[in-house]
């Protein structure tokens, strides 16, 4: 096989106050192949095959301690004894912006919301909606909760297997600037120090319409097999044309900085367009893991919506964490808490299954391994994030993270996680979850083992 050309060393990144170049940069052809055939690795990315459970590793003790079923029986309110020693991620559950919570009330929080989440893509909620056809996940962090809906999906639905899934980057900050918005990094209006929304957004199309080409690339995105699937139906002048063209090309270092991919050729464009994502007249979820301004959600439902191009497709969006909300002392709302592995003190690199979208990271995954599937990720770059090694060594807490989902779920099957009222979730099926517990729903606080009781036991750590 043909290997693709070396790469020429990366400029420099100019300081702030020098000007960026308006010359192309050199970077050299990153592909050079004779034809996408020769690449190594037949890749699809719309695999549907349920994955396997994250197995865990051994670890501390699930609970405090050890209960007899006789124990049990008389004292149903011991079964929540959950070890917060066997949960080194999620016992740093936050809430109210500096309470950390109990970690029975954590685990509660994350698997009714997984619960409810999967109820919606069912269809399985009171009363009964149209099942998602696919999900949507918004990378860089909402890739925890389809691992969430994945471990959990055969204990809270009754569908064989969870939708076709993607993932896409969507960082409202980019977008925002791609129609014109002078915003800061904060996703605010410089001018005035409001925060943008989607209204915002939508008005300043008016003026600057998002580039077709950019669309092409999310369509790709959703297209089986990518650019493989396109580029069979090409003729062969333009596989020829194609095998020269280098999708991350810049033509100045402010694109790059900017992660303003550039443009695809027109002609390639059109026949991506021409190309059946499968998803047309489908119902399609977006799920965000959780909403600051909404806009993020709502720009991926408008790309979403315009990629696949058909206005029998149903786009809708769901939130998977209920944050909570204050106004803060200069009057802007405050978000009282976030799903634990969205941690901005935390290095990217180091995991929890969130990485900010990396360019040159993109370009050297597919440099040392040239193979369909990262030639994929350099023409959906816009919407494609860090890439994650789920075959990293053990400690790294991408891969934790994973092990602490399995054993959320090996303690909700044995019965010693008592989930929140659901929203969509069937209320009946909760019901009788809690009574097969022991859990009584009653007023009467004089009842050790009622569900006000129980749930209120847990509050937060002191």
């Known amino acids: 096989m043909e290997k693709i050309r070396p790469l020429a060393p990366e400029a420099p990144v100019p300081s702030e106050t020098s000007q960026p170049s308006e010359t192309p940069i050199d970077d050299g052809n990153i592909t050079g192949w004779e034809s996408l055939s020769e690449l190594s690795d037949a890749f699809d990315p719309h695999n549907w095959e349920r994955r396997s459970s994250f197995v865990a590793a051994e670890t501390a003790p699930l609970l405090t301690e050890e209960l007899s079923s006789m124990e049990l029986s008389s ?10 020693s066997a949960f080194p991620i999620f016992r740093d559950q936050v809430d109210n912006i500096t309470e950390t919570l109990n970690i029975n009330e954590t685990l509660a929080r994350f698997v009714t919301r997984t619960a409810d989440t999967v109820a919606l893509l069912s269809g399985e909620t009171d009363p009964p909606s149209r099942p998602s056809d696919a999900v949507i996940y918004l990378d860089k962090s909402a890739r925890p909760v389809s691992w969430l809906v994945d471990e959990f999906w055969q204990d809270f639905s009754n569908r064989p297997e969870p939708p076709r899934e993607n993932f896409l980057a969507i960082d409202r900050i980019r977008w925002f600037r791609s129609v014109g918005m002078d915003i800061d990094g904060q996703g605010n209006f410089k001018s005035t120090g409001e925060k943008a929304t989607f209204q915002d957004f939508q008005r300043s199309m008016l003026e600057h319409p998002v580039p077709r080409s950019d669309i092409a690339r999310a369509r790709l995105a959703l297209i089986p097999g990518g650019i493989a699937t396109v580029h069979a139906g090409l003729s ?14 810049f033509q100045s270092r402010q694109d790059d900085e900017e992660r303003r991919a550039p443009d695809l050729p027109p002609w390639l464009v059109d026949k991506i367009f021409a190309t059946p994502t499968g998803l047309e007249g ?57 799903p634990v592995w969205y941690d901005h003190d935390v ?61 959320m779920a090996e303690l909700y099957r044995a019965g010693h996680i008592l989930p929140k009222l659901p929203d969509y979730y069937s209320e009946e099926k909760w019901e009788d979850y809690c009574a097969n517990l022991g859990v009584i729903f009653t007023r009467d606080s004089n009842v050790a083992h009622s569900y006000v009781n129980i749930t209120q036991s847990f509050g937060t750590v002191k």
């Open 75 to 84: 004292r149903p309110e011991k079964r929540f004894n959950v070890n917060p």
């Open 236 to 249: 062969s002048e333009q596989q020829a044309e194609l095998a020269g063209f280098d999708p991350l090309a």
């Open 282 to 338: 489908k119902k399609i979820t977006v799920i965000d893991e959780v909403a600051n301004s909404g806009a993020t959600a709502e720009i991926a439902k408008f790309l979403v919506e315009q990629a696949v191009n058909d206005h029998n497709t149903e786009v809708v969006t769901h939130v998977f964490w209920k944050a909570g909300y204050r106004k803060s002392a200069n009057g802007e709302m405050q978000m009282l808490s976030s």
């Open 347 to 407: 290095n990217p690199e180091a995991g929890k299954g969130i990485g900010d979208i990396n360019f040159k990271a993109m370009r050297d995954r597919f440099r040392s391994d040239p193979t369909i599937e990262r030639l994929n990720d350099l023409y959906i770059a816009p919407f494609t994030g860090r890439p994650l090694d789920l075959a990293a060594k053990e400690g790294e807490s991408t891969i934790e993270l994973q092990k602490e989902i399995h054993r």
